[in-house]
């Protein structure tokens, strides 16, 4: 396995960036991602199980797990940092087979998330947990497209610049906290 | 006896909530600026380095520290020569977390039923612990408590023949499952003795003790010093990525207990130790 490398990556994320990503990395992801925990996680996997679509293309996108404080005026938003991934382990695996590239949260997954992650070529992510603060620094905009009546469980389109995240599990399995 | 209006513990309580998820108390500041100073992993120390910084942030730009402003705990010891006017306290303290949490621009985090799980969107009801102490003041404690690690926090009903060795293991493997979850740098909080529910308390309230204070108890004061020394070459580390900062204190509370049992409360806390102490 190569060294850990910096590096500077845009979302949504290709197959082919995913695939470059090493458990490790230090990577600063520019673009757009959205937000969504619990909630926002049972209510689409309660719509996929009706066959109906969801309110956002899964396909090469990244979904980062996190409901923020709420902005004070003339701020795109308020803290922002991630939650704890595996309240999302049931969720996850039904929407990576449906094209999801990439994840942010803190913490461990289950083995169920790994094979869906290696089957579909993506990225698991951590952000710092309890530096929501330093967060909100590199979210440019943050918009709620979905399921408003949530509250800070919304999904959130967030424009993000430069938002500094660790590769925990890579395409190939590989897993930085350890089995 | 003493009156004390309602009125002034509505706007403490306001006060309190939004001073608590802004600021860190110095002790809990001078334990990350130290660990930082002493942490041999680079990954660790920049993650360390990030914390504090983002710290900074919090207090010079007032973003909450954290995003999870918590389900807000609030202690009173009230002295009982205060005879309380204006309304019921407890609605009062509700009252005050109401407009601590949305006029203080913190997340509302409650839900109503906790399977229907509807928000109530203003962050109460609080969870709110009593106690009759002498005197004619009122003691109140504000402590926002994040779920990350709160649901990393356990409860165990040892037997008295596990002992000593029981309780270390039974911190240990609390802290081992919380792993990244909880947010490393942990302070762990432990109830050791009473009941079942009154170990929990025990350590609930263990946490908001001074990191740099130790228990009085010469071998309480050693059990903490031994578990924080073995939790911290555990190797979990800031962030669970690896390092020898894992906690940054282990504070033990003690209480008689029956002749069969021997509880254990584990309680979790990240390195968003949060708590505000007001006397009035």
Redesign the interface.
Known sequence: MRGRMERHVNAPLTKETAAELKAGDYVYLTGIIYTARDAAHKRMYEALERGERLPLEMENNVIYYMGPSPARPGRPIGSAGPTTSSRMDKYAPALLDLGLKGMIGKGKRNGAVRDAIVRNGAVYFAAVGGAGALLSRSIVSSEVIAYEDLGTEAIRRLEIKEFPVIVVMDAEGNNLYGD | MRTIDVGEIISSIREMCIEANHFLSEDMKCAMKCAEEGEDST?GRQ?LA??G???E??GR?????????GMAVVFLEIGQEIHFTGGLLEDAVNEGVRQGYTQG?????IVKDPLI?E?T?DNTPAVIHYEIVQGDKLRITVVPK?F?SE?MSRVYMLKPADGVDGVKEAVLTAVKEA???A?PPMVVGVGIGGTFEKCALLAKKALTRPVDERSQIPYVKELEEELLEEINSSGIGP???GGKTTALAVNINTYPTHIAGLPVAVNIC???NRHVVREI
């Open positions: 990954l993650i990030q914390l910084e983002n710290l942030i919090a730009e007032m973003i909450p520290i954290c995003q999870d402003t621009y913190l997340r509302k985090s799980r928000n969107k994040g990350g649901n792993g990244p979850n947010c962030g669970g990525l990240c390195h968003v």
